[in-house]
Every structure is written in structure tokens, then in C-alpha cells.
T-cell receptor
Framework: SQELEQSPQSLIVQEGKNLTINCTSS?????LYWYKQKYGEGLIFLMM?????EEKSHEKITAKLDEKKQQSSLHITASQPSHAGTYLC??????????????FGQGTILTVHP | DSGVTQTPKHLITATGQRVTLRCSPR?????VYWYQQSLDQGLQFLIQ???????AKGNILERFSAQQFPDLHSELNLSSLELGDSALYFC???????????FGNGTRLTVT
């Protein structure tokens, strides 16, 4: 089964600093999805990556998928307190009857100090 | 707002009881997924439905069951509840394979 490992498990940064969260898969990724979760709330979809080498940005958040499609990174530039929360990566499995479900990493807890 | 509605938001019940969690997917989404999130296990996939049919099963206990109705809403039934079943239960929906999942705000279940 697909396993995702996120690093670091937690991160504390000062407002304005840049940071990177990594997500590594034990198998080739057929789709990699980044989500953000505030404590006790639902997951908010951030970005989806499907092609090797793909990079997407939204506001100050950039996500990349490596060429081998086994690792993704999420980079936040000039962090703000509003970026605080738990970031989870989710992997899609290859096409099949259960195509669509995602397996998630354990999450990275981000704290941003003003 | 993801467009996925889950009710109730909170549920407190005793061991041995049975509860039903309800989910209304986003308009147009045919796939519904149920996940369980706990501190020690993280976010675990339970079951997936597509247009009323079960598509995939994950780490779902035999005491748990689910269904998706013709109007596409879904229910997750949890029976013979144990203390360890206390968790956040999320429903998500998508238009189909490969599309992002959109999550509801979850139902927090506390078993006492």
C-alpha cells in the first residue's frame, strides 16, 4: 500500500520567514494533493500536482512534484500567522475501481509567531 | 465553504450505542468518501461510494457500515461503540477519479 512520510512533523517559524515542508512517497505518485487543516476543522484543498516536474503557486505558497514523482515539497514565502495550521499531503492511487481515494501523510504542524 | 455538509457537528454517546453520521456532497459530485481522524492514527480512509455503489473499503471495522442514497447523500453508521471510536469523522466528495476531494467540517464523536 502507498505510504507517505512528511517532514518535519512540526515547524515553528517567525513571521516573515520562508519554510518548506516535504512529502515523500514509497511508490510513484499518480497525483499529489496538498491540504491545510485548522485544528478541529475540515481540510482545505490547496493544490494538485500530477506531472513530474510540475510546479504550482497560489499567493505565497508553491508546491512542486519531482521528476521521479516520488517527492513533493510545499514552500511558503514570507510566512504570516494566517499560514498556521496542519499541512497534509495526499496521494492518489493508480486508476482502478477505487480510483479517487487519497492516502494521507501524518501532517506537518506549522506555527507562525508574530 | 467546501460545499460538503456534515451533520451533526458534535455527538456524545455512551459505549455500546449506535449513531448515524450524515453527509451531503457538493452539488454535482458523485463520489463520497469517509475518513476517520484520530491523534494516534492520523487521517484514515474508511470507505468510498460512487453514484450509490461501494467502490473501495479501507480500514473500516465490521461494526461500521455506510451507504449512499439515490439523492447522493451518504450515511455512516457506527454501532457497538467503544471508547476508541472517539474521533473526528470526515466526509469528502469529488466529481470522480483524479479530481480533488473536498472535505466537510467533520463530526466530532465522543464515546464515554
Amino acid at each position: 500500500s502507498q505510504e507517505l512520510e512528511q517532514s518535519p512533523q512540526s515547524l515553528i517559524v517567525q513571521e516573515g520567514k520562508n519554510l518548506t515542508i516535504n512529502c515523500t512517497s514509497s511508490k510513484t505518485l499518480y497525483g499529489l494533493y496538498w491540504y491545510k487543516q485548522k485544528y478541529g476543522e475540515g481540510l482545505i484543498f490547496l493544490m494538485m500536482l500530477q506531472k513530474g516536474g510540475e510546479e504550482k503557486s497560489h499567493e505565497k505558497i508553491t508546491a512542486k512534484l519531482d521528476e521521479k514523482k516520488q517527492q513533493s515539497s510545499l514552500h511558503i514565502t514570507a510566512s504570516q500567522p494566517s499560514h498556521a495550521g496542519t499541512y497534509l499531503c495526499g496521494a492518489a492511487i493508480p486508476r482502478g475501481t477505487s480510483y479517487g481515494k487519497l492516502t494521507f501523510g501524518q501532517g506537518t504542524i506549522l506555527t507562525v509567531h508574530p | 465553504d467546501s460545499g460538503v455538509t456534515q451533520t451533526p457537528k458534535h455527538l456524545i454517546t455512551a459505549t455500546g450505542q449506535r449513531v448515524t453520521l450524515r453527509c451531503s456532497p457538493r452539488s454535482g459530485d458523485l463520489s463520497v468518501y469517509w475518513y476517520q481522524q484520530s491523534l494516534d492514527q492520523g487521517l484514515q480512509f474508511l470507505i468510498q461510494y460512487y453514484n450509490g455503489e461501494e467502490r473501495a473499503k479501507g480500514n473500516i471495522l465490521e461494526r461500521f457500515s455506510a451507504q449512499q442514497f439515490p439523492d447522493l447523500h451518504s450515511e455512516l453508521n457506527l454501532s457497538s461503540l467503544e471508547l476508541g471510536d472517539s474521533a473526528l469523522y470526515f466526509c469528502a466528495s469529488s466529481v470522480g477519479g483524479g479530481s480533488p476531494l473536498h472535505f466537510g467540517n467533520g463530526t466530532r464523536l465522543t464515546v464515554t
